[in-house]
C-alpha cells in the first residue's frame, strides 16, 4: 500500500470511528408541552402537567432546559405520586437526565424498569433543610442493556422535607453528560491563573494542589464553555512549580480546564477600571464580590482598606480580606489578598486593625511599630495577625482564636486611660444579640467586661470632640445598620447616655468602619454600599464614598453628622454656578452641562412649594416640606430644616447618588445607575415656586487615574 493510500485508510478509520462515537442524541423527554402527553401520571405530585419553573412556595428552581421541567412540588411537598414513561427501547451507551429535588433513595427517584424491576434509580442531591433547587446531570451507563425496552418510572413517595423530585431533558446519548471528577497540571511561570466564570453556572470546588497537599481550595461558578468574565488567583508563591488544578465535578465536554490560563498580567487588564459601569470615584474591586470594609487603618502615609471579598464570583462566598492603599482616600491601588480561608469554609470574616505603636504584642521588627488586625475566623473564633512589612504579608498569631464565642466581627481600639487594647465584638447569647467588650495589654491574652444588648454585627466604637472642643468628648458605639448611641466608655463598659439610637445614614449603607491611627484624630469612615449593582460586570457592590465624622450640637442634643472627604474636592475639574432664582412649578433642566461624574452643592428656601429640589441625571433628590422627609431615588430620610433652608450636596457616580443634607445632618446612600442621556440637574418645585439660594456643580474626574 503506498503512503498516500494508508493515509487515506487511516483518515477514514479514523472517521468511521467518530460517527461511531457520536450517533446523534435521541430525546426521550423534553417535557415542553402543557401535557405529560404519553407519559402516565399518578397521584397528585405531578400536577396536571410539566411545571414551568418553581412551584408556589418553591426555592428557585434551575438548571432545567427551555421552558418546564418536571416537578413534583405540586401543592407542596406533602403530596405523593408516580409518573411512569411509555415503552423505550435502549439503543445508546447512556440514558442521561437532568434531576434535582429530594435525596431520598427510592421515595424520591427516577428508576429504568426492566419487567417492573429497577435496574438504575437515581435521586436528586438534597436531604436537609437549606441546599438548592438547581437540576444538575446524571447519567447511566446502559451499554449492557442496548436493544432492551424499559420503562421510567419517576417517583415521589415522601411528604416531609425535600419530598419532591424534579426531572428533565432525558436523552438517549453516546457521551457521558454527568460531570466526573477532573484536574489539569501546570507549571507556574506567570503570576495570574485566569479562571472562566460563567453567572449562575453550578457552583465547583476548585482545589491547587501541590506536592499531595491542598494550598488553594473555593467555589466557583465555572464556565464550561463561553465565559462572562475571568477571575484570577496570583499564584506567585508558587512560581517554578507544578501545581494541579483540581474540580469536584465538570462535565465530559467541558471546556473550563483548558480555558484556564497563565498570564503575567491580569484578565482584561486593558479595559480595567474603563468597564462601562465601572465607578469612579467609589471603591470597587478588580475582581468579584465586596461586602464589609475591614481593618481601616493608617500608617505611614498610606490608608489601608481592607474588605470581605470573593475573588472568584460575584455573589457573596468564599469570604477572603481584599487589600487596598490610598495616599489620600480617594486615589485607591489594589494590592494583593490580605487574608486567606485557613481551609476551606473557615472564612476570614470581618474585622479591624490597628498600629501597635508600643510594641505591646511583641511583633516589632525593625523601626517600624507592626500592624495588628482582628478578625473572625469563621471555624475557630476572634483571631489575631500581625504585620511588619505595611500590612502587605500576614502572620497568624500562634495562639489563635484569641476569644471563642458565638460573634463576630471584631473591633480592635487602644484605650489610653487605662493602657489597655479594648475589643468590642459582636455576641450572640441568651436568644439575643449583643456587643461584648473585652480588654488586652498584649493583644494576646483577652478579658470579658461586660456586653450591651441590641446591636446587631460590626461594631464600632470611638470618642470624638463635640463642636470641635478637645476637652469636650463623648464616645459613638453603632453596628451594622449604622444606628449610634452615645454615651461613656471606661475601657470596661459602655453606658449609654440619654435618648436611644439616632440615624445618620439611610439607604445603601451597612458594616461601616472609621479608621483608626488617622492624622490629627481625623474620624474618618466607609462603609458597604450594600445593594450597588452593575450590570455585566466582572465585580460587585462598592464602599461608599469616604466622609469625615463630627459631633455637633443641634436643637435635638448631640448629634453624628457626615461629609465628603475633603480629598475629593481634587477631583473636580469644570465648574458651573447658579445664582439666586426663582424655581417655577415644574421640572426645569439647566442648560450646557456634561459629564456623568457630578458633585454639586445647592441651597434652596421652600417658600410656600410642597416639594422641591433636583432631578440629577434622571434621581430625583426631592425634600417634602409637609411631611419632613428627603428622599433620593427609593431612599426617605426624615430631615428638618435648621433655618428654613434646604442644603444639600449630592455625589453622582455611575451605580449610585450620594446625599449629604444640611451639612451632613443626614446621609443617604442610593443604589441607583443614573441616567446618562437624562438631563445632568434639573430644578423641580411642586405647589408653589421655591427658591434656589445658590448652585454649584463640578464635574468630576476619575480617580483611577493617577493623582
Ligand atoms: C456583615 C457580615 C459580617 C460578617 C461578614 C461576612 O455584612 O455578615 O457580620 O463578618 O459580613 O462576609
Redesign the pocket.
Known amino acids: 500500500m503506498s503512503r498516500t493510500m494508508l493515509t487515506i485508510c487511516l483518515a477514514l478509520q479514523a472517521a468511521i470511528a467518530v460517527q461511531a462515537a457520536d450517533r446523534p442524541d435521541v430525546l426521550v423527554a423534553d417535557f415542553e408541552r402543557e401535557s405529560y402527553g404519553e407519559w402516565k401520571a399518578d397521584g397528585e405530585a405531578f400536577g396536571p402537567g410539566p411545571a414551568q419553573g418553581a412551584l408556589p412556595g418553591q426555592m428557585p428552581v434551575s438548571g432545567y432546559e427551555g421552558q418546564r421541567l418536571v416537578n413534583s412540588f405540586y401543592r407542596g411537598d406533602g403530596t405523593t405520586g408516580t409518573l411512569t414513561s411509555p415503552p423505550l427501547r435502549l439503543e445508546r451507551k447512556f440514558l442521561n437526565f437532568l434531576i434535582g429535588g429530594g435525596m431520598h433513595p427510592e421515595q424520591t427517584c427516577i428508576n429504568l424498569l426492566i419487567d417492573g424491576k429497577a435496574v438504575r434509580t437515581a435521586t436528586g442531591p438534597n436531604d436537609r433543610p437549606g441546599g438548592s433547587e438547581r437540576l444538575d446531570w446524571h447519567t447511566w451507563d446502559v451499554a449492557d442493556l442496548e436493544g432492551q425496552t424499559v420503562v421510567l418510572q419517576i417517583v415521589d413517595r415522601r411528604t416531609d422535607g425535600w419530598g419532591h423530585i424534579n426531572v428533565d431533558h432525558i436523552v438517549q446519548s453516546d457521551r457521558r453528560m454527568q460531570a466526573e471528577p477532573a484536574s489539569r497540571e501546570l507549571v507556574v511561570k506567570q503570576r495570574y491563573l485566569h479562571l472562566p466564570v460563567k453567572n449562575g453556572a453550578p457552583s465547583r470546588r476548585m482545589k491547587f494542589v501541590l506536592d499531595g497537599q491542598t494550598v488553594r481550595e473555593f467555589d466557583i461558578e465555572l464556565a464550561d464553555a463561553s465565559p462572562d468574565f475571568f477571575a484570577f488567583s496570583d499564584v506567585s508563591k508558587f512560581a517554578g512549580k507544578t501545581l494541579r488544578v483540581e474540580v469536584d465535578r465538570l462535565p465530559a465536554d467541558s471546556q473550563a480546564l483548558q480555558a484556564i490560563a497563565l498570564s503575567e498580567n491580569l484578565p482584561a487588564a486593558d479595559q480595567m477600571y474603563q468597564e462601562r459601569h465601572r465607578p469612579q470615584f467609589h471603591f470597587t474591586s478588580r475582581r468579584g464580590w465586596l461586602?464589609?470594609p475591614n481593618g481601616l487603618v493608617y500608617f505611614d502615609g498610606e490608608y489601608h482598606l481592607f474588605y470581605?471579598h470573593n475573588p472568584y464570583g460575584v455573589q457573596?462566598g468564599n469570604?477572603h480580606w481584599g487589600h487596598a492603599v490610598s495616599r489620600d482616600l480617594i486615589h485607591w491601588q489594589e494590592l494583593p489578598l490580605a487574608l486567606y480561608p485557613v481551609r476551606h469554609g473557615d472564612?476570614a470574616?470581618?474585622g479591624s486593625a490597628v498600629v501597635d505603636a508600643k510594641n505591646t504584642a511583641g511583633w516589632q521588627q525593625g523601626d517600624q511599630p507592626p500592624l495588628v488586625a482582628a478578625y473572625?475566623s469563621t471555624g475557630r473564633g476572634e483571631a489575631i495577625v500581625y504585620s511588619t512589612d505595611r500590612g502587605r504579608t500576614w502572620s497568624e498569631f500562634e495562639g489563635n482564636p484569641v476569644v471563642r464565642h458565638a460573634g463576630?466581627?471584631p473591633r480592635l481600639l487602644w484605650h489610653e486611660p487605662t493602657r489597655r487594647w479594648v475589643m468590642a465584638v459582636?455576641h450572640e447569647a441568651e436568644g439575643k444579640q449583643w456587643i461584648a467588650f473585652h480588654s488586652s495589654p498584649d493583644l494576646k491574652t483577652w478579658t470579658y467586661h461586660s456586653r450591651i444588648e441590641g446591636f446587631f454585627?460590626?461594631p464600632d466604637l470611638f470618642e470624638a470632640a463635640v463642636d470641635g472642643d478637645p476637652n469636650r468628648t463623648t464616645w459613638v458605639l453603632y453596628a451594622?445598620d449604622g444606628q449610634y448611641v452615645l454615651g461613656d466608655f471606661d475601657g470596661r463598659e459602655f453606658r449609654p447616655a440619654g435618648s436611644g439610637k439616632h440615624a445618620l445614614w439611610h439607604g445603601a449603607f451597612?458594616?461601616a468602619q472609621t479608621f483608626t491611627n488617622t492624622p490629627h484624630g481625623r474620624i474618618v469612615q466607609i462603609g458597604?454600599g450594600?445593594g450597588v449593582t452593575f450590570p455585566g460586570m466582572p465585580f460587585n457592590q462598592q464602599m461608599t464614598v469616604p466622609v469625615e465624622l463630627s459631633l455637633r450640637t443641634t436643637s435635638e442634643g448631640v448629634r453624628l453628622f457626615a461629609q465628603p472627604v475633603r480629598e475629593l474636592e481634587s477631583l473636580r475639574q469644570k465648574k458651573h454656578a447658579w445664582s439666586a432664582q426663582a424655581i417655577e412649578p415644574g421640572e426645569r433642566a439647566l442648560e450646557n452641562v456634561s459629564g456623568e461624574l457630578l458633585d454639586m452643592e445647592a441651597e434652596f428656601a421652600p417658600g410656600e412649594a410642597t416639594r422641591l429640589g433636583l432631578v440629577v441625571r434622571g434621581v430625583p433628590v426631592v425634600y417634602d416640606v409637609k411631611k419632613r422627609e428627603l428622599t433620593c431615588h427609593n431612599v426617605t430620610a426624615p430631615l428638618t430644616l435648621d433655618d428654613g433652608k434646604l442644603r444639600l450636596r449630592v455625589l453622582v457616580d455611575r451605580g449610585s447618588v450620594e446625599v449629604f443634607a444640611n451639612e451632613g445632618r443626614v446621609a443617604i446612600s442610593a443604589a441607583v445607575i443614573p441616567k446618562a442621556d437624562a438631563p445632568a440637574v434639573k430644578l423641580l418645585a411642586e405647589g408653589s415656586a421655591a427658591r434656589l439660594n445658590s448652585l454649584m456643580l463640578h464635574e468630576l474626574g476619575s480617580a483611577w487615574s493617577a493623582p
Open positions: 461586602n464589609d470581605q457573596w469570604m472564612w470574616f470581618s473572625t463576630r466581627d459582636y454585627e460590626c451594622a451597612y458594616a458597604w450594600r
